[in-house]
């Protein structure tokens, strides 16, 4: 795990930790079906042990970026009392303590489950004032997790490279787009950072020397080191789910193709041996099955390649330029980009083949990426002023909406594991 936000001063001490247990893991959330209805759950205000207007206005923020972040995950309707939620039964509350010694801040807060009147989680936040955010993106994980049994996105970063009038360089944000920062100074082409499964490592590919090498950054560290940087094109790197290595196009011996290298670069082994341009690799949760981007039979079209037997099928039929795929976190679908009508736009298709599905319809639409829980996509869009910038969409392509619009351009996003405590 990575401490990604160095030390925060902010101590966590979990109680009545006995409730929990069997209530997890009650609710599976399918965006997907017809019946799919969102979990209505009020958050009320905190109590204050000292009433003050600057105690209430610092405890609304924590309340305010609760909510926020149940809304963003898409399966909540989010309510500040039981009266606002008018006629509509409430299945959830959270209660909250706040408190504050000058800086210093304390901050109770527990979910109920209304149909049952058990609490399923409680925590006790002790930090600073600047914690706040970091607090509420910690209890929304933890409602997410004992509500549905499994993490949420809110303790989640994501890469993306953004361009201005000095030049092109790597940034992360928060899963809702803010606290971006800059992660190289480079002031060259950097391409397609991938967040490592544990969140440590950034790798990337970058000109720095005149062609493009591959680049690791240690984020405990904040070294940057060349990883892989062979005759040809150096690219494409797709992090196996070990964390221990990572599949990468390179054209040593020729036309690309894609290799499996370690974290020194040294190639462990070569994955396709043409014929045509291999490129654009991503493995499966499991690691035992890779789809990437061939144009053997013509056109770029998806392939998925079993790691151990070799043995490589033809994924994708429909369309005559599909490329740019990532495998979801449940491994049941695949994203990825298809030109229709001279326009790039973002599919998803099962791995086993089938119907692909059609998510984006306007402007030109690229990079899809999935959240750690695989129930959003996040990708780069022209639709407005013409310029790119990043969005973000339920994985059935519903509720599309701008996150991120920080340079010029924004493009080659990646959403990293939900691991940034």
Same mark, same amino acid.
């Given at each position: 795990?990575?401490? =990604?936000?160095?030390?925060?001063? +902010?101590?966590?001490?979990? #109680?009545?930790?006995?409730?929990?247990?069997?209530?997890?893991?009650?609710?599976?959330?399918?965006?997907?079906?017809?019946?799919?209805?969102?979990?209505?759950?009020?958050?009320?205000?905190?109590?204050?042990?000292?009433?003050?207007?600057?105690? =209430?206005?610092?405890?609304?923020?924590?309340?305010?970026?609760?909510?926020?972040?149940?809304?963003?995950?898409?399966?909540?309707?989010?309510?500040?009392?039981?009266?606002d939620s008018g006629e509509e039964k409430i299945d959830y509350k959270v209660v909250s303590e706040f408190s504050r010694n000058g800086k210093s801040v304390t901050v109770?807060?527990?979910?109920?489950?209304?149909?049952?009147?058990?609490?399923?989680?409680?925590?006790?936040?002790?930090?600073?004032?600047?914690?706040?955010?970091?607090?509420?993106?910690?209890?929304?994980?933890?409602?997410?997790?004992?509500?549905?049994?499994?993490?949420?996105?809110?303790? *989640?970063?994501?890469?993306?490279?953004?361009?201005?009038?000095?030049?092109?360089?790597?940034? *992360?944000?928060?899963?809702?787009?803010?606290?971006?920062?800059?992660?190289?100074?480079?002031?060259?082409?950097?391409?397609?950072?991938?967040?490592?499964?544990?969140?440590?490592?950034?790798?990337?590919? *970058?000109?720095?020397?005149?062609?493009?090498? +591959?680049?690791?950054?240690?984020?405990? *560290?904040?070294?940057?080191?060349?990883?892989?940087?062979?005759?040809?094109?150096?690219?494409?790197?797709a992090w196996h789910p070990s964390g221990k290595r990572l599949a990468v196009t390179l054209s040593k011996s020729g036309s690309p193709d894609i290799y499996m290298v370690?974290?020194?670069? /040294?190639?462990?082994?070569? +994955?396709?041996?043409?014929?045509?341009?291999?490129?654009?690799?991503?493995?499966?949760?499991?690691?035992?099955?890779?789809? #990437?981007?061939?144009?053997?039979?013509?056109?770029?079209?998806?392939?998925?390649?079993?790691?151990?037997?070799? =043995?490589?099928?033809? @994924?994708?039929?429909?369309?005559?330029?599909?490329?740019?795929?990532?495998?979801?976190?449940?491994?049941? =679908?695949?994203?990825?980009?298809?030109?229709?009508?001279?326009?790039?736009?973002?599919?998803?298709?099962?791995?086993?083949?089938?119907?692909?599905?059609?998510?984006?319809?306007?402007?030109?639409?690229?990079?899809?990426?999935?959240?750690?829980?695989?129930?959003?996509? +996040?990708?780069?869009?022209?639709?407005?002023?013409?310029?790119? /910038?990043?969005?973000?969409?339920?994985?059935?392509?519903?509720?599309?909406?701008? @996150?991120?619009?920080?340079?010029?351009?924004?493009?080659?996003?990646?959403?990293?594991?939900?691991?940034?405590?």
């Amino acid at each position: 795990m990575v401490k =990604r936000f160095g030390s925060i001063g +902010l101590s966590l001490l979990f #109680f009545y930790f006995l409730s929990l247990g069997p209530v997890w893991a009650k609710i599976f959330i399918d965006i997907n079906s017809p019946f799919f209805e969102k979990i209505p759950i009020v958050v009320e205000q905190p109590k204050l042990f000292v009433i003050t207007y600057e105690n =209430r206005q610092i405890s609304n923020k924590i309340i305010k970026t609760l909510s926020r972040d149940l809304i963003y995950q898409g399966f909540f309707s989010v309510f500040n009392s039981m009266s606002d939620s008018g006629e509509e039964k409430i299945d959830y509350k959270v209660v909250s303590e706040f408190s504050r010694n000058g800086k210093s801040v304390t901050v109770v807060m527990r979910l109920y489950d209304l149909t049952t009147g058990s609490m399923l989680v409680g925590r006790r936040y002790i930090g600073s004032i600047s914690d706040l955010q970091k607090i509420a993106h910690r209890f929304a994980n933890e409602i997410v997790l004992a509500i549905t049994g499994r993490p949420g996105l809110t303790l *989640s970063r994501f890469v993306f490279v953004s361009e201005n009038s000095s030049g092109r360089e790597i940034y *992360s944000a928060d899963f809702d787009g803010s606290n971006i920062r800059q992660e190289t100074d480079l002031h060259t082409i950097v391409m397609s950072p991938r967040y490592s499964p544990d969140g440590r490592f950034i790798a990337f590919t *970058s000109f720095k020397t005149g062609r493009p090498c +591959l680049y690791l950054k240690d984020l405990e *560290s904040g070294n940057i080191r060349k990883m892989a940087c062979f005759q040809g094109v150096n690219m494409s790197p797709a992090w196996h789910p070990s964390g221990k290595r990572l599949a990468v196009t390179l054209s040593k011996s020729g036309s690309p193709d894609i290799y499996m290298v370690d974290l020194a670069g /040294h190639i462990i082994k070569r +994955l396709t041996r043409g014929p045509g341009i291999n490129v654009s690799p991503s493995f499966s949760p499991d690691g035992q099955r890779l789809v #990437f981007v061939s144009d053997r039979a013509g056109g770029p079209q998806l392939y998925v390649l079993d790691v151990v037997s070799g =043995r490589i099928t033809r @994924l994708t039929y429909s369309g005559s330029y599909n490329t740019d795929p990532q495998w979801s976190p449940a491994g049941d =679908r695949i994203v990825y980009v298809s030109r229709i009508l001279g326009k790039f736009q973002i599919f998803t298709i099962s791995p086993n083949g089938g119907e692909p599905v059609q998510l984006t319809f306007e402007g030109n639409n690229e990079n899809p990426s999935w959240s750690p829980d695989g129930r959003q996509i +996040l990708f780069c869009s022209n639709r407005i002023s013409g310029n790119k /910038h990043l969005f973000v969409m339920q994985a059935n392509g519903q509720e599309q909406r701008l @996150l991120v619009q920080f340079g010029r351009r924004d493009y080659f996003p990646f959403w990293g594991p939900n691991t940034f405590k």
